[in-house]
């Protein structure tokens, strides 16, 4: 096994995999191509009719991506492949796209090319990367996020971006979309993460001079804070560039960034909450934190000797299984499994819900474990 875990561990994952099984199937008959994001009182509506290019569109179709890749089933991947061909008006309409193009096609079209080898969705995902590389700012040496009026602004979310462009310069073999994708991680090491693991979401440059202005707190609880789900993305974001560009840089940040995220999550019993350095009271939490967090210690073990591994997996199971034990619904009649997951400490509608995301992430954390999972990123 990849990963060496215990055995009761492993019977565990193995367990919440039949449950995982059971809840998907149910979800997949009943929402088929709808996009999920939040739902209501155990109900999906479809956030494709609002819409089709908010960052997270594409979680669903990961997940079916994962399940037919696990099982085989067909009904996952004809269902993925609907979610993809009405992700094309978004490509096709462009305007409110920005950096998330990687949330967005990696889960989808690039995860039916790497699975079925699909011309189109080759094509698909191409084009997503040259939108992605089109936002590189070369004054400040990064990539940005949003668009009119924003363009100074990067954040550390785009770690997760970067394997599109990654992926694109191996297709297409062309250097140039890999330096933007590295200038971008390099940018991300000087401006956004500190030197005690912790980081920030956002920094702000001058987009004329790319001179370096500040860090606004963005979706944590203010600057100088340490938002949760920006620490996993730093951890999984930064073992993902260490695995497509083979800098030991990249692999001692996302190891600095993992020891800051565990320490704080073994504080708390492993429950994450949304904002490390947030007052104690009120707690809200954030489970999608954990997930994610989970997934990349998954992807370290992975990049690290034998002697280093097990503070990384043993850290990801304990983030799962508490998971699992505290914050599932597994009645197969309700949407959503992952419950208490956050989109930003100050906005209430989206604290402590189910979110599309959190399910994604736990279903990649359990087939990682199984040795199951597609490398979607
Ligand atoms: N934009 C990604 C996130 O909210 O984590």
Redesign the pocket.
Known sequence: MRYAVSEEDRQWAEQVWGKLEVKLKAECGRIGSSIPYIPVNGVYSDMGEKSLVW??NGFWSGMLWQMYHATQEKLYKETAEQVEIRLDQGLADYMGLDH?VG?LWLHTAVANYRLTGNPRSRIRGLHAAGILAGRYQPAGGYIRAWNEGQEGIA?I?CL?NLPLLYWAAAERKDAGLKQIAVSHAQMALRHILRPDGSCNHLVVFDPETGEYLNNPGG?GYESGSSWT??QS?AIYGMALSYRYTGDREYLDAAKRVAHYFIANAALNDYEVVIDFRAPEQPVYYDT?AAVCAACGLLELAEAVGDYEKPLYVKAAVRLLRKIGEKFCEWDPEQDSIVSHGS??YHRESDREVPII?GDYFFLEGILRLLDKHLMIW
């Open positions: 960052w997270t998330d949330f954040i979310d997760m979706q789900r920006g993305w999608t989109g930003r995301y």
